[in-house]
Each structure stands twice: as C-alpha cells, then as structure tokens.
C-alpha cells in the first residue's frame, strides 16, 4: 500500500486494486438496493430525470443504511488512515448513488469568498496549506475500465491551478478503490468513446455526444462515497462551510443510533456528529 500513499502525495488521487472480490461486490449491489428501497419508503431518495441520464439521489447518513456495511470495512478505514496519517474522522458526508448522475469539473472543498463570489480557487483560502488532510473514497460496483461511468480525474490539481494537470480516466474495476484529495479538480460519470476509449473529453462535450459514440456502463450504475479527515481545523472548517451549508436535508434525515460512536470507534475510526 505505500505506493499508492506515494501516488497520492504527488497526484491528489490514488487506486487500490482488488480490495474487494467480486461476491463482496454481488453482495454490496443487494445492500445498495436495499438502502435504495428503505430511501424510497421513507422518502429520503429522489428520482431525477436527466434526459439521456437517470439517477436517484439520495439524503441520510450511509452510517445508518445497510450500505454502511461499506464504511465499517477495515479496508477502508485503513486506506483512510494510510492516506491521512493518523486516525480518520467520519461525520457523515457519506451516500450511495444509483444511476448516472451530473458532470462538471470540481472541487470538493469548502468555498471561500472572493470579491463576495464564493469559489475554490487555487490558493485562495486557508485549505491549501501542507497539513490539509481531506479526502473523499470512492467505490464503483462495476468495471469502468473500459467502460463509461466512472470518475475521471485532473492529476496534481490539489497543488496546481485548473486545467494545468493532465486529465485521465480513472480504469477502476468493480473491486477495486479509489481516493482522492478534496481539493483535486475530477468529473464524475465520465464519458467513453468507442473509438478513443482512453480519450478524456469535456463535460460539455459528454453531455451532447449521442448514444451511439459512447461505450455504455456495463450493468446499472451503483457508487458509494464516503469523506473522511484529520480532526484539526480543515475538517471542523468542511463542516461548518460546506458540510452544513450544503448538505442541510441530508444531514436532517440522519438520525443515529445511540450507540453510534462506540461502532466507529471499534472499527478504527472517530465520529464527530453534526446536528
């Protein structure tokens, strides 16, 4: 696992292959149903028809979902902590996703104001000093190594302005995991050209492509998200800027069991709730 510690210290992202096999992946697909199911009964899901793209988004903590199974997984605490350096905090910007969803070039970060426009621009505000340790794990159920609908991913864009690192398709494999810096600029449901398969496009440009240009997902798209950090500053300052502002229904749906914090802590990692 060093080299991927490595990877992500001099691109803002790494891949861990085969941390999961594919029953572990048969078996997270049933659990995303089943969250997906609760979500819709309890109306914390959402349908929402894009025109070529359809995707159900929905609100609530995963901590309390049958997805969690996912973040309670020693593998990914430990990816978290190999990549932070010390115990991760979760407080609860984690969520499932079923179908292909929005693209654009982002970051995750929190905004800061600049000329009273809020932005995330490079090197404006306090998150791009060396001791931020903000991340987001991404698991895709389903190859996207040849296929459309993964991440796709500006390289060395946690320490370079826009458009000055080199864009790549993230070739993830339904097993395997990826993570990445906050501050690193990526796109998700990413598109795949039949005839330049490798070839990152722009968002605008993926949105308009018809059907017949692009190679599809091979089987219903599922992806779980989790953001985890070190608790110092950058995180409690995600959660009031970001976290609260942006995630207000999301966190009012989340009601947690009492005996939450011993859970986390049992699976080696702490958690700051957020109310």
Not at 166 to 175: I, P, S
């Given at each position: 696992m060093i080299k991927e510690k490595s990877y992500f210290d001099n691109n803002g992202y790494a891949i861990y292959r085969k941390v999961f096999d594919q029953n572990e992946i048969h078996e997270f697909r049933n659990l995303v149903k089943k969250s997906l199911d609760e979500d819709?009964?309890?109306?914390?899901?959402?349908?929402?028809?894009?025109?070529?793209?359809?995707?159900?988004?929905?609100?609530?903590?995963?901590?309390?979902?049958?997805?969690?199974?996912?973040?309670?997984?020693?593998?990914?605490?430990?990816?978290?902590?190999?990549?932070?350096?010390?115990?991760?905090?979760?407080?609860?910007?984690?969520?499932?996703?079923?179908?292909?969803?929005?693209?654009?070039?982002?970051?995750d970060m929190a905004d800061e104001i600049l000329d009273g426009i809020s932005t995330r621009k490079y090197l404006h505000g306090p998150d791009w000093t060396e001791d931020y340790k903000m991340i987001r794990i991404g698991v895709y159920l389903q190859d996207h190594d040849k296929f459309s609908g993964g991440v796709k991913l500006e390289k060395g864009s946690n320490k370079l302005p826009?458009?000055?690192?080199?864009?790549?398709?993230?070739?993830?494999?339904?097993?395997?995991?990826?993570?990445?810096?906050?501050?690193?600029?990526?796109?998700?449901?990413?598109?795949?050209?039949?005839?330049?398969?490798?070839?990152?496009?722009?968002c605008r440009i993926e949105n308009i492509l018809p059907n017949s240009f692009i190679i599809p997902e091979p089987k219903e798209r599922n992806s779980v998200f989790m953001v985890f950090g070190a608790d110092n500053k950058h995180l409690d300052r995600h959660i009031e800027k970001h976290y609260k502002v942006k995630f207000k229904k999301h966190i009012s749906q989340s009601k947690y069991p009492s005996d939450i914090n011993k859970k986390c802590l049992e699976a080696g990692f702490k958690f700051k709730q957020v109310s």
């Open positions: 819709l009964k309890l109306e914390r899901a959402e349908f929402v028809d894009l025109g070529k793209k359809n995707v159900y988004y929905t609100h609530g903590d995963m901590i309390i979902k049958p997805i969690s199974k996912i973040l309670f997984d020693k593998r990914i605490v430990n990816i978290a902590k190999e990549i932070i350096g010390e115990t991760p905090s979760y407080f609860g910007e984690g969520n499932y996703q079923v179908g292909v969803g929005d693209r654009g070039f982002h970051r826009f458009n000055k690192g080199k864009r790549v398709l993230a070739d993830t494999k339904a097993g395997d995991v990826v993570v990445w810096d906050l501050r690193t600029f990526h796109s998700g449901n990413s598109v795949r050209l039949k005839l330049f398969p490798n070839l990152p496009l722009g």
